[in-house]
């Protein structure tokens, strides 16, 4: 042991004195800190013991510069801001819906202070949080009440339950669907203590069906849109109208899970067959149900309109407790609503809508902008622009699809795929396509505001890393 490697090494209390590890104090907790030391000294002695040279590692220093980068690693918010490259609008797995200013203002504000979310400051009383959205969803659906929950997977459980708790829910097999992995409506039933009974078959479902599965345990009929998938060719189902009036003859609730929760016509955007709340209510539907977050573009809420014995109802079974909305959430959704008191605003301030509208044009000259500013990057071996296909995501409109323009890139030195990961680590992270050994960037769902903070990931992402 002339010349033992170890011997040298510093103590935690070496490190603990140095300058940069004493600064680290405001933001870290002693013993967080002193796990670090601890940490980064073993890495340390592991290595040398591994035969490597001391080579100025064992600076104290040196060695505290590496805590205060191992703490900030650690450190780092688990939730960042993604730059959404994918060309889909409502991608489940980014949060679907961006809000709208408003929106996001609305849930600042109730976050940080304190408001009237139970109190009339008429009278002074105590009131119901519901009431911040109510009125609104009636103007905006024609419905006699309106009240909202965690999500729509929520708002069908505590409907199926208050309606038809040990009851018989009839529902046509071509609507038992299945959302994202969890919400499949015969195991949301079996949740809900309601009795699943299918009828016709996946691809016809008559009236006729309806009609004589009905019998002294009914509970209601249930409508479910098929938002993530098409049945198409010889198929056939029940228009709404027709179910209502079925329910009317024998006084059963028919309830209409239309999904996506839109309350303007998305014809308007080209799209087909996304049933509107308000036509739904019309139709004669008791209760229908939609999520706040996919192309309504709120926050994540399920909201049930319809009835209001039925809302009284519902607001009485002590699920509401758990499933009820937070103020900041409760604060978002009543703002998105009153973008929709007035329907140009919404098209202008919501931002699904806005997304979507967004004509091909101005996407092309996106494109070719973001493409211009990617050249001037060194490491990129092509970009070149494209027109492009979209989807709407988030389960809504599977089988159509909207014209885009994207940007194509080649990095010179590695995979399009180690670029894709090099942006995802980024900050903020970039989330992109790949397609045939390109990284594909869509402009549509890239915010103006974003297309710096783009190029400077880009930037960082072409540069040497470990
Ligand atoms: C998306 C969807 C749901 C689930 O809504 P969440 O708000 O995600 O809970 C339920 N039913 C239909 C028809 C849907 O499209």
Redesign the pocket.
Known sequence: MKDNPLRNVPSVNDILDAPSVQALAAWHAHDTILTAIRAELEELRKRLSCGETRDGQSDPLAIAARVAARLEHQGQAKLRTVINATGIILH?NLG?SPLAEEAAKAAYEAGRGYLNLELDLDSGKRSSRQLAIREWVCQLTGAESATAV???????VIVLRTVAKGKEVVISRGQL?E??GS?R?PD?MSVSGAILREIGTTNITRLSDYERAIGPNTGALLQ?????YRISGFTRSVPLAELTALGKKYGLPVID????GALVDFARFGFRGEPMARASIAAGADLV??????LLGGP???IIAGRKEWIQKIEKDPLMRAFRLDKMTLAALEATLRLYLHEERALREVPVLRLLSMPLEELHQRAERLAEQLRSLAGLASVTTVEDVAYVG???LPDQSMKSWVVEIEANSFSDAELARRLRLGNPAVMARLRGGKLVLDVRTIFAHQEELLIEAMRNALGPKD
């Open positions: 489940t679907r965690n999500n729509n997977a929520a708002a069908t669907i959302i994202g919400f409506i949301i479910v849109h098929s938002s993530n899970d239309i999904g996506s149900l939609f999520s706040g977050d996919k994540q809420a399920g988030g389960g809504s």
